[in-house]
């Protein structure tokens, strides 16, 4: 396991790679050029600068989240050719600083999707919250404004300039039905996966989160089955998962230790996080502790163990603590907590495996 941290890139982000440098055991930073509209080709200048401003602290950029994929794309447009070529030059223009995982997500319109970015938990922390009744009443546009009122950040791809025509996207996607975005994916990766592969890089998808429709938008990333469906459009290495614990335990019934086990080699990387979820559908974002949550965060990394897993991993949204100011779900403190427990487990499988031998 290749431990990792997301970094929102210099500038944009708190955090210092100082920092994330020295939490034990992290390899490299996951990053992306957050302020270049998805469909556009990345430039070289900019992917380098970060390679540089890495290397300076020994961390590697071996893992882009994300490069995201242009509406046109997901809804089928015949506009959509032109921005599979963008989306292409940018991958061969990451192999050229060594990038090897690219992730990236089909959920149509919005990225992840809560509706409190910081609910008060008992211990003072806050975290992520998804409360199921409250988006039943609510329009998007509307919890849009409610949300950036309430923070200086917001969600990625809720950004208020990026969501000025939603009616629009809406009207467009009224008609898209599972089906069709099935379909639009396949076109896709039909296009992408070859290139991947020429260039070595490979591509993990980001499960949908939560694991189910949100305003009516279709959503095909969800479970056990979907996972097998979509690793069978393009069966090749190449086209991958990025196994989201959180986004996919959203849903009690997926089994995500089970799907480490099942797609074992096609798992490219791995976000590790808990979620406590109830029974009316609500979820909050915990600690990363099994006990703090319903996902069985020790299940799921001693799969990990089991198929010998080599690939990258993070840690996923940690809470606010100890009165940390940053963006939601992406302090310092929480998710390196989140890392330590995450190799507590890790090194205690392999101290009993060389016991074993
Ligand atoms: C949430 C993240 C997602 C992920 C994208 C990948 O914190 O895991 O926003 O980066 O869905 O495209």
Redesign the pocket.
């Known amino acids: 396991m290749r431990m990792t941290m997301r970094w929102f890139g210099e500038g944009n982000d708190r955090i210092p790679l100082e920092h994330i440098k020295q939490i034990p055991g992290v390899e490299g930073v996951v990053w992306s050029l957050h302020d270049i509209p998805a469909g556009e080709e990345w430039p070289m200048v900019r992917i380098s600068e970060v390679k540089e401003q890495a290397d300076r602290h020994g961390l590697n950029i071996d893992v882009v989240?994300?490069v995201?994929v242009h509406e046109d794309i997901k809804l089928g447009l015949p506009t959509r050719d032109k921005y599979i070529e963008n989306y292409i030059k940018t991958i061969e223009k990451l192999a050229k600083v060594g990038v090897k995982v690219i992730?990236?997500?089909f959920?149509p319109v919005f990225?992840?999707t809560r509706t409190d970015l910081f609910k008060e938990m008992e211990d003072g922390s806050t975290a992520l919250f998804f409360e199921n009744d409250k988006l039943k009443d609510i329009e998007p546009m509307e919890l849009v404004n409610t949300i950036s009122e309430n923070s200086a950040y917001t969600m990625?791809?809720w950004e208020p300039e990026r969501l000025a025509d939603l009616a629009d996207l809406f009207e467009k996607y009224k008609n898209v039905t599972e089906e069709d975005l099935w379909e639009n994916l396949q076109y896709f990766l039909e296009k992408v996966i070859p290139v991947a592969r020429e260039n070595d890089i490979k591509m993990g998808i980001?499960p949908d989160?939560p694991p189910f429709s949100v305003f009516g938008l279709p959503r095909i990333i969800t479970n056990k089955q979907n996972l097998e469906r979509f690793l069978k459009l393009v069966d090749d290495p190449y086209n991958g998962l990025?196994l989201?614990s959180g986004?996919l335990g959203a849903n009690p019934e997926n089994d995500v230790a089970d799907m480490v086990r099942a797609f074992s080699d096609r798992i490219h990387f791995a976000?590790i996080r808990n979620v406590k979820t109830y029974e009316n559908g609500d979820f909050i974002e915990t600690s990363h502790r099994t006990q703090d949550g319903s996902v069985d965060i020790y299940e799921i990394v001693k799969a990990y163990h089991e198929i010998g897993f080599t690939g990258y991993a993070r840690p996923?949204?940690g809470r606010h603590i100890w009165g940390e100011e940053c963006r939601p779900?992406y302090g310092l403190y929480d998710r390196g907590l989140g890392i330590m427990y995450l190799w507590g487990i890790w090194d205690s499988l392999k101290r009993q495996e060389k016991e074993v031998e």
């Open positions: 989240e994300s995201n992730c990236y997500n959920m990225d992840w990625p791809g980001h989160d990025t989201c986004s976000h996923d949204h779900g």
